[in-house]
């Protein structure tokens, strides 16, 4: 149902969830539904524009916050169902931090603040809009994660995957990225970032603006990236064992031109799979997020042959043939596994 659809809508905008996509849903179906905008006008009022009635909602209830609100509802008889589902989303609302903070301040008991979560699963990306109005793009088999604190006393963000990031400047709040193996530390830039727990490298790519990377085995190396600049760091895949006592990274400057590189190293973005001088494996292991198959190889040698292209918007078919004009081999499909051989 409709209303149904707009109060999840409107649960995720409340969460700081809600895509880009999903935002300009909501504005479509605010806009040809009156009652679904004098809703909208409670959640926004209690959660975000009224710091005194959400305040007020935490510690008294409804009736002590309606005379605050900046709309005036319609009587709540005609109005049943999207009242117990505004009752719902104002849960979500507090139980997402806003009337912690309140709570806190009138020092009652805290209540714990769920991490918000944005993921792309393998075979899709995902383009978001964060808090402080910064653009996200997701890769696929990708994960960022965030507090209730994001953007009032932190702009910290955990990254498992690869993101592209067009920060929002904010000098008072830096905006950091933590992975497992090192932190980003940004004012405001556009960059690009990959640190899969399955990848022996990670790397932190910045197409503007400039970051600042520390890695987390050894704190005092801090490197400064500039546009086109990539920094690429060997890491263990999937291990629990002790840091290494020594960080191997490098800090190159990206191939070709500018556009070139752009493509290269963001073209994920539009659907394309691209690669430059990177084994079968790594090339491999893109193919898996990006088609969400499993690929093995029955000849161990072929992992190790070096391979360079851009495919772009090809289904694991068509790709798996234009990689076999690049080497020769042999593939059968069963189901989502597929299989490489000599």
């Known amino acids: 149902m409709k209303s149904e659809r707009i109060a999840a809508l409107l649960a995720k905008r409340a969460g700081q969830a809600a895509t880009i996509e999903e935002l300009e849903e909501l504005d479509r179906l605010l806009a040809a539904d009156r009652e679904a905008a004098w809703l909208a006008g409670i959640v926004d009022a209690v959660g975000t524009r009224n710091e005194d009635a959400a305040t007020t909602f935490a510690t008294a209830g409804w009736e002590q916050v309606a005379g605050k609100l900046t709309v005036t509802p319609a009587p709540l008889r005609r109005k049943a169902a999207f009242w117990w589902a505004a009752a719902a989303i104002i849960g979500v609302i507090l139980s997402a931090g806003i009337g912690w903070q309140m709570m806190q301040q009138r020092k009652t008991a805290p209540l714990a603040a769920a991490r918000q979560q944005l993921a792309a699963p393998l075979g899709k990306t995902v383009k978001a809009l964060l808090p402080d109005g910064t653009i996200v793009w997701l890769n696929a088999g990708s994960n960022i994660s965030y507090d209730a604190g994001f953007n009032h006393n932190n702009r910290n963000i955990t990254v498992t995957g690869e993101i592209f990031l067009d920060v929002t400047k904010n000098e ?142 090809e289904n694991i078919n068509k790709a798996l043939q234009l990689l076999q004009m690049i080497t020769p081999f042999h593939y059968s499909i069963d189901q989502q596994h597929v299989y490489l051989s000599k």
């Not at 950091?176 to 022996?200: P, Q, R, W």
């Not at 790519?205 to 760091?233: A, C, D, F, W, Y």
């Not at 960080?247 to 752009?262: I, K, M, P, R, Y």
């Not at 079968?280 to 190790?304: G, L, Y």
């Open 172 to 313: 008072a709040l830096p905006f950091i990225v933590h992975t497992s193996n090192m932190d980003v530390h940004v004012l405001g830039t556009c960059f690009n970032i990959k640190a899969y727990e399955d990848d022996t490298r990670s790397e932190v790519t910045v197409i503007g603006g400039k970051v600042q990377v520390i890695m987390r085995n050894s704190p005092e190396k801090k490197v400064i990236l500039l546009p086109h600049e990539k920094l690429v760091l060997a890491v263990k895949p999937n291990t629990t064992a002790a840091p290494q006592a020594h960080v191997n990274f490098q800090v190159q400057g990206l191939a070709g031109t500018a556009d070139t590189s752009l493509v290269m190293e963001t073209a994920w973005r539009d659907q394309k799979l691209a690669f430059m001088n990177e084994t079968f494996e790594e090339v491999a292991r893109k193919m898996e997020r990006q088609f969400n198959v499993t690929i093995s190889f029955e000849d161990e040698n072929m992992k190790r042959e070096i391979l360079s292209g851009v495919f772009e918007k």
